[in-house]
DNA sequence: GGATGCGTTCCACTGACCGGAACACCGCTC
DNA sequence: GAGCGGTGTTCCGGTCAGTGGAACGCATCC
């Protein structure tokens, strides 16, 4: 029967997933910020498959440099996942237009600059500019949920409906006290942005750090990004550091505009 | 016959391979930087696989986020393969602890720094601070042959001889008319550069560009990385920038050992 | 010694994966 | 408007790549 076929089959990849791909990515999945070596016995545990399977998955991805074992024969994520990251058109197109115009307001302001694309409902960091010495929470290649943070809320602000919707739906957690966890204060705070041009972001995202956040727009004037400024929350002054970063975003949107992005 | 079975395991392994991750890695591989978004029949002549099996893998690759389809159905690496990569250990580990100094030389010299490592008989560039406005043929994750390298040969200098071995015999190929070409050459700059602490790179690897590079000790005084400085072949004083660079380097190599890495 | 952890190899079974065939849909040209 | 070369898509039977239990060797630890 073709429908039973397909419902066995749906079922199969809804819950479980057992094809090829499924399993590589559940290996690749193991590792992450805090655990960058893993054993095979811990590989295992953490992708939920037979030692047997992962042994001989992880020998082909050794085999093909996306993995590689060191001394002790601990699995760590090889280069090749670095080089071929490096390539995604998002980050890499991005990146090219908005570096020099970061660094500018980098030595601007002297604070730690960002660049985050919305993904879903969450924000991943597609640039940072500027170490720091505390911890700010947010590295490239990080994600976290959109309402939560300054980059968040500013690309939300200006996204269509239905990308706030999802959002609301898949809830507000709170990432410290301070982070916006009900509907009515996050519309009303979208709203706001909207007619002010920028965000802020007080101790929203992680204790201690405050941030300023604009808009970047590209192509038809579509949201294309956030771009905003991150220090400990005495030393930011949103009269001061606001017009900086709305500039910045501005000259950012213009330079994607005419590089046709 | 056990053997013949395992003959032609081999002969399927050694050519062509036949395997679902091959299929996977050969759909990924079709993108390059200047190829970011591909149609399916592009992308099965790039891969080398029939139609039907490039749209079932991509298909799924969608699924997984490791491509997106745009508006006109065209392919394009994903975000989530840019996360991925954004965790490998020899980037995250290495730049976290590099970045502080690097933007210190960056600041110090005004030129743009280049952080690499060696993977294979290739550099690979991990981090790049400083954006130009001419092309230096330089990007963050990229690839380039060893010996055609400021940093490339400062690496080499301080490997192990099997090594420079292995990079002789894959050969030396000209990136530009004054790359290093001849296996004696090479040895003699070799040989100079573990004289002075620092390598020199007059347009060797892109014409018009210039560089000064200094190698970066790890734990147990092995060699992890190299540090180098770039600009245009007029701007640059090696007199002058070679301090700088091998300072930066020397202090990275501390607060490397200091990290245990 | 035996108990518990690790990583590795062997191999018979099977269903996930393969890809040819045939499809629908363009935008051409004649 | 028929024919053509180019896309992207779905269908489906055959088969071999992939699976994972079992059994292994080797460390620790008690």
Known sequence: MRSTDRNTARDARELGNRTVLHRILAVLGAFDTSTTRLGLAELCRRAGLPKTTVHRIAGELVEERLLVRDEQGLYALGMRLFEIGELVPVHRTLSSVALPIMEDLREATRKRVHLAVLDGIDVVYVEILGATSIDVGSRPGGRIPAHATGVGKVILAYSPTATIQARLEAGLPALTPRT?????????????????GMSLDLEESHLGVSCVAAPVFGFNKRIRAGLSITGPIGSMDPGLLGPAVRTAAFTLSRALRDAGL
Request: hydrophobic letters at 45%.
């Open 180 to 196: 916006i966890t009900t509907k009515d204060a996050l519309v009303a705070d979208l709203r706001k942005i909207r007619s002010i």
